[in-house]
């Protein structure tokens, strides 16, 4: 079955330290995105990518980075930079608009 | 900027009433509109999708309806079941690029 895996389902960080959540799909879609959602809140877009070894910055991507190296894999780091990183993190693809988002299952970071 | 708003934030109903959930966006220069669905600690399940030139898409006991013009977005449950209990979230496409932007969502209960 075609679909976005992102690992892991939890992670947790300590102070000053980098984590890397990772996402993966084999639905061939062309663009990916990570997102950030916080309780109560709705979804606010950290980085996007629409092709392989290109991508740009979103809303909110000040202590975040990626990488797309290949078209199947957009793996976001968050970096001891981003001083409130707690929150549910999702990975989304797109073949084109025309036909929507695909979501992953998330993963929960927190700070310990 | 675009803005997507969806009131209430919260709504309660008994089981086998329909629900009628809206989503109002600021910019009408939209591409589409999709809806999701996002159970607790859970991804998004895409419900439906609106191209900017439809009025309607229909999908089993659930009809979304689309006013470009007015901004505005409807997503009707008929004859709501427990199961349907989750948050509701609209996004849109704009016509320039391919993000979304969300709205915070609607946190659907269906009473037995």
């Known amino acids: 079955d075609g679909g976005i895996t992102q690992s892991p389902k939890y992670l947790f960080r300590k102070e000053g330290q980098n984590v890397t959540l990772s996402c993966e799909q084999n639905?061939?879609?062309?663009?990916m995105y990570w997102y950030r959602q916080d309780p109560g809140q709705g979804l606010r877009l950290i980085y996007y990518?629409?092709?392989?070894?290109?991508?740009q910055k979103g809303d909110i991507a000040e202590g975040y980075s990626v990488s797309r190296e290949k078209k199947e894999s957009f793996p976001l780091t968050v970096t001891s930079a981003q001083k409130n990183p707690t929150a549910f993190y999702l990975c989304a693809s797109s073949i084109d608009r025309n036909y929507g988002y695909t979501f992953g299952s998330g993963t929960r970071l927190t700070v310990v | 900027k675009q803005e997507v708003t969806q009131i209430p934030a919260a709504l309660s109903v008994p089981e086998g009433e329909n629900l009628v959930l809206n989503c109002s966006f600021t910019?009408?220069?939209?591409?589409?509109l999709q809806w999701f669905r996002q159970d607790p600690g859970k991804g998004l399940t895409s419900l439906l999708l609106?191209?900017?030139?439809?009025r309607e898409q229909t999908s089993g006991r659930l009809n979304a309806s689309l006013d470009k013009s007015s901004g505005r977005s409807t997503l009707y449950i008929a004859a709501s079941q427990p199961g349907d209990s989750a948050t509701y979230l609209c996004?849109?496409?704009?016509?320039?690029?391919?993000?979304?932007?969300f709205g915070g969502g609607t946190r659907v209960l269906v009473k037995p």
């Open positions: 910019d009408s220069a939209i591409y589409n």
């Open positions: 609106i191209q900017s030139s439809q």
């Open positions: 639905l061939n879609h062309d663009a």
């Open positions: 990518s629409q092709i392989v070894n290109d991508f």
């Open positions: 996004a849109v496409n704009k016509a320039a690029g391919n993000k979304l932007t």
